[in-house]
């Protein structure tokens, strides 16, 4: 497997998200095309992500319940979801294109986010569940959290009676993406994308049944493509 920036970065032990998207978003326009009008260089995507901070200058020193509100508002309020089922590109699930164009699927959206509230100090991150994709404070009891699904609006997570909503890591975050990617390749016989989304998924520090799981679906990419 070609060791990109991506791949290495899987032994540097948990790496930030902001990173570990910003590299996913570089293998993903590589394998898939860099045609996306939006698609940013990754010190373009560092600086959107910057400015995306900056509006939230001071924000840390407040209660995590505004914390909540005034990212929602400032900065999850210039993005909007893409959830266009026939898609036959990949600008939604590339982090680069989804700062760019402020669209993309819930997940990446809320990746993205999070990558901007953590640059700014404040400590939210990615919850997701059967039917939810959630923005939640690491310190909040009771779990306030922002719904990336339902425009933004803060609430109690506990109402969504979403009994797998779990905390997802940097690494998790990455499979989830490197999931709908294989799964729109697919769909498009796109073989090159499919062995390549395999080959990134194989490399992330998951438990031994999930790796199991990877490294049965990259054998099967790789004898459909021979």
Avoid: Y
């Avoid at 001071?58 to 309020?77: A, E, F, H, K, R």
């Avoid at 109690?156 to 009676?161: I, P, Q």
């Amino acid at each position: 497997m070609q060791q990109g920036a991506f791949v290495k970065l899987m032994g540097n032990g948990e790496p930030g998200l902001e990173p570990l998207l910003l590299s996913l978003a570089a293998e993903i326009g590589h394998v898939a095309g860099q045609g996306a009008a939006q698609a940013l260089r990754t010190d373009q995507a560092h600086g959107q992500l910057e400015h995306l901070a900056a509006s939230l200058a001071g924000v840390d020193s407040l209660p995590p319940t505004m914390q909540l509100q005034l990212l929602s508002s400032l900065v999850l309020g210039r993005f909007s979801i893409d959830v266009e089922p026939h898609r036959v590109d990949f600008g939604d699930l590339r982090p680069d294109v989804v700062l760019g164009e402020r669209s993309g699927h819930p997940i990446v959206v809320a990746a993205v986010v999070a990558a901007v509230a953590q640059r700014a100090g404040l400590p939210v991150a990615v919850v997701v569940g059967d039917a939810n994709v959630l923005l939640a404070h690491r310190t909040q009891d009771p779990p306030l959290a922002i719904s990336v699904d339902r425009h933004g609006e803060v609430l109690d997570a506990r109402e969504l009676r979403d009994g797998n909503l779990s905390w997802r890591c940097a690494h998790e975050i990455s499979a989830a993406i490197l999931d709908l990617v294989l799964a729109r390749s697919e769909t498009l016989g796109l073989r090159p994308v499919t062995v390549r989304a395999c080959e990134l998924a194989t490399a992330l520090p998951l438990d031994p049944h999930a790796l199991a799981h990877r490294d049965a679906e990259l054998s099967r990419a790789l004898s459909a493509w021979n």
